[in-house]
């Protein structure tokens, strides 16, 4: 029986993990193995599954923050240890060698044979003996209540994933204030404006919208109307950019809005699966 300490839980559900994502499949199957190998208990499974769900979580977010520009959704079945649970005990009662299974044991030395413990020079406890008073209160003594692994992991997550989220939204505010600073100098000193739109647009298309409507507010420029598809099309077709320090930093910002809006999502399913990871 299985009795790891909090490392060897979450080095065993960081093994499921790597697991489910070269073999695909399910966390389930995957933590429904190891519990049978090591004939865990019902509480020992649910921190197993749950350490697994986090684990896998944490895979999948460094293959999308590798893949894609970190654009890939993160989207996996996350396992159930209650139909863990209930599939280890279901099998178990339709098992028709499980009448049998004190026999087993002993066949297979699970059990204690006590004459042989008495050849080999054990005490033995005398059949019958009361035990003492102390031995009842040890006994009779509430078990200490462990907090759940999964649940402290998933707490550590979102304050790294918090963290993260504030400096990326410092990062893109503070990136755009520079830029505009840049179109606030005097004619002349600094680059034109209309310029760095049109490259804007033609580098990037409308996903930087965002940054154009901040720039032009902080740069007390008017605003506009957001651009039809059509035109930023055919504006990609036909214009040329050139690589510079204004574009250099827009492409900063936008990577900075893609990490603050990663670490969103992150923290959304974080407080999604907190609830069902609690006991």
Request: glycine share 4%; hydrophobic share 40%; aromatic share 6%.
């Amino acid at each position: 029986m299985a009795r790891w300490n909090e490392a060897e839980f979450v080095e065993r559900a960081g093994r499921i993990a790597r697991d489910h994502a070269v073999t695909k499949k399910t966390l389930n199957d995957l933590s429904e193995k190891v519990a049978r190998d090591e004939n865990l208990q019902p509480d020992e499974i649910r921190t197993l599954v749950r350490l697994a769900n986090v684990a896998t979580f944490q895979e999948l977010f460094k293959s999308r923050d590798a893949a894609n520009g970190g654009d890939k959704m993160i989207e996996f079945e996350s396992g159930d240890p209650e139909a863990v649970i209930h599939r280890i005990v279901d099998s178990a009662q339709s098992d028709p060698q499980t009448a049998n299974i004190h026999n087993d044991k002993l066949a297979s030395w699970e059990l204690p044979d006590q004459m042989s413990a008495k050849r080999r020079g054990f005490e033995l406890e005398a059949p019958g003996r009361e035990k003492t008073a102390s031995e009842l209160d040890q006994e009779s003594a509430p078990r200490p209540m462990r907090r759940d692994l999964a649940v402290l992991a998933l707490r550590k997550l979102a304050s790294e994933f918090e963290m993260e989220r504030l400096s990326a939204g410092t990062l893109w505010e503070s990136t755009l204030s520079k830029l505009a600073a840049e179109f606030r100098k005097a004619p002349g000193y600094g680059p034109a404006y209309a310029s760095f739109e049109k490259d804007a647009f033609a580098e990037h298309g409308l996903d930087c919208w965002p940054e154009i409507v901040c720039l032009r507010e902080t740069a007390r420029l008017p605003t506009i109307p957001k651009p039809s598809s059509e035109k930023v099309a055919s504006l990609q077709g036909h214009h040329v950019t050139e690589d510079t320090a204004e574009l250099r930093l827009l492409k900063q910002a936008l990577d900075a809005r893609a990490d603050y809006d990663k670490f969103v999502a992150s923290l959304a399913w974080i407080k999604q699966n907190m609830p069902a990871m609690g006991r």
